[in-house]
């Protein structure tokens, strides 16, 4: 299929961030590498794979403002009032670069994860851990092995940094073909990457499963575990999280971010666990924690706290989950059972003409195109806005 390149900053001007760029700013930025060109297919799409691509929204000229922004999975609820808080009571400070106050955090982290600092690296973000370590990885080439349809931020970095990518189809059960994954690496494997729970199908791998896996293949290849939706597992930390490895210092790398259970998306924190060896490896080309905002710091502190609040997300995300899922299957749909704080489903319509029309019931949603289908991804966000979405699905999917 013919592909074109197009500069990113002239294709946003050109009317993306009008009514269908709500939707499409989630996806089109990979931190480190923003300013590189975008690939788009004949029919104006992104194609990650042959069998894996994104719709992206026609283009239209008025502004929306959408009533339920369901298409970046963040969480509606938060940040925790603690850390609202805790922010506005150092906001005053925002002039001041963080050092003491970094460390603070990292010493908090270590103590959560059973780890010690020196097992920590900071971020803005998860996605900034990822990025880094593929810049790190694949700059003199080599691949990456990772289930195919996955998140993409790591891959595509990987990708720019001039490496490749091992596409691994997930099982007809949505978990990671662990076998064909092993099977898959060779001399030019650089790194095997797993997002668990995945993204963008919210399913989860067995965690006994996974960690006898992360356990042996580590003795040959790292292996970096993405678990930025854990968190909305009432066990998640305790049973599916692969941090334990690290402390057996395995060569494994744990990414986990603020910006879910947490609701901080916009404060912009993340860490990564790995073993010391690795992190050095990592931090030779950057400074992760220069990325944290002052602010931001307090309210991360603040937020490791209010268990409270994280209890209530959780529980809220699963209530908005299980409405969707019972009002879908209901509707006619088949959803695929969810561990996060999102949802996919196949629709019978083509993905741009079901953005567009989503788009005009001012509810955001995504599309994507894999195993033969045509997905709509749908966040979690309040019951309110969930009854809005299923309500425009309704009238859209007729």
Not at 129 to 147: H, P, Q, R
Not at 309 to 335: C, I, W
């Amino acid at each position: 299929m013919k592909t074109t390149t197009v500069n990113r900053r002239e294709w946003l001007k050109k009317g993306m961030l009008t009514a269908a760029g709500v939707m499409a700013a989630p996806y089109l930025s990979h931190g480190a590498f923003s300013s590189r060109p975008i690939t788009i297919d004949a029919e104006g799409n992104i194609p990650y794979t042959p069998f894996f691509k994104e719709y992206l929204p026609y283009n239209v000229t008025n502004s929306v403002d959408l009533a339920a922004k369901l298409n970046a999975n963040e969480n509606p609820y938060g940040p925790s009032p603690m850390a609202v808080e805790a922010l506005q009571k150092v906001a005053y400070k925002g002039n001041r670069y963080a050092w003491q106050e970094l460390f603070d955090l990292m010493d908090k982290i270590a103590k959560y994860e059973g780890l010690e600092s020196k097992n920590i690296i900071m971020g803005p973000g998860s996605s900034d851990i990822l990025e880094k370590t593929a810049m790190v990885f694949f700059k003199d080439g080599g691949n990456v092995v990772s289930a195919d349809p996955s998140y993409m931020s790591l891959i595509k970095v990987a990708q720019a940094t001039g490496g490749t990518w091992k596409a691994i189809p997930l099982k007809d059960d949505w978990s990671h073909d662990l076998d064909a994954m092993e099977k898959a690496i060779d001399a030019d494997t650089k790194l095997v990457y797993i997002c668990n729970p995945n993204n963008p199908t919210g399913t989860i791998t067995d965690s006994k499963k996974l960690m006898d896996f992360c356990s042996r293949v580590s003795e040959k290849v790292p292996v970096f575990v993405d678990e930025a939706y854990l968190g909305f597992l009432e066990d998640g930390h305790k049973v599916h999280s692969m941090a334990p490895l690290v402390k057996e210092g395995k060569n494994v790398i744990v990414a986990r971010t603020f910006s879910k259970i947490h609701g901080m998306a916009g404060l912009r924190v993340g860490y990564g666990l790995a073993t010391p060896e690795t992190l050095a490896r990592i931090e030779k080309i950057t400074r992760g924690g220069m990325g944290i905002s002052f602010t931001s710091i307090f309210a991360a502190l603040a937020s490791m706290d209010d268990i409270e609040f994280q209890k209530k997300s959780r529980d809220l995300n699963t209530a908005s989950r299980k409405y969707v899922f019972e009002a879908l299957k209901e509707m006619g749909h088949k959803p695929v059972e969810s561990y996060t704080s999102f949802m996919i489903f196949p629709i019978e319509m083509e993905g741009k003409a079901f953005l567009e029309k989503m788009t005009a019931e001012k509810v955001g949603v995504r599309a994507f195109e894999f195993m033969d289908k045509t997905w709509c991804r749908v966040s979690m966000g309040t019951m309110d806005e969930m009854k809005l979405f299923t309500a425009a699905l309704d009238k859209v999917l007729v």
